[in-house]
Nanobody
Framework: VQLQASGGGSVQAGGSLRLSCAAS???????IAWFRQAPGKEREGVSC????????YYVDSVKGRFTISRDRAKNTVYLQMNSLKPEDTAVYYC??????????????????WGQGTLVTVSS
């Protein structure tokens, strides 16, 4: 199980970025979660999409601004981030615990991780 996260960058507040989490070596039928970790803070669950696209989760701080989606043809999960705020600045990771539905929001329950991608939002 290999995941590769990409799409981070530097934007000004109010801008947008789209993160990608590409799977290799397996069909992306598992639930995929996005976590983020800001300097000095614990890793936080941001969003998740289950095998059924209606099974989604967003942390309250990103509701209405972030959208998670899945492209089965590309074996990729996306996190569209709009109206970015400086407090969204963090390293973002995608992960799976090989469950079909979104479940735990605790990063310690996830075994498979992509490498992080840095998102920096300036005010």
């Amino acid at each position: 199980v290999q995941l590769q996260a990409s799409g981070g960058g530097s934007v000004q507040a109010g801008g947008s970025l789209r993160l990608s989490c590409a799977a290799s070596g397996f069909m992306l039928t598992y639930a995929i979660a996005w976590f983020r970790q800001a300097p000095g803070k614990e890793r936080e669950g941001v969003s998740c999409i289950g095998n059924g696209e209606t099974n989604t989760y967003y942390v309250d701080s990103v509701k209405g601004r972030f959208t998670i989606s899945r492209d089965r043809a590309k074996n990729t999960v996306y996190l569209q981030m709009n109206s970015l705020k400086p407090e969204d600045t963090a390293v973002y990771y995608c992960a799976t615990d090989r469950a079909f539905n979104c479940g735990s929001k605790d990063y310690e329950d996830y075994r498979y991780w992509g490498q992080g991608t840095l998102v920096t939002v300036s005010s």
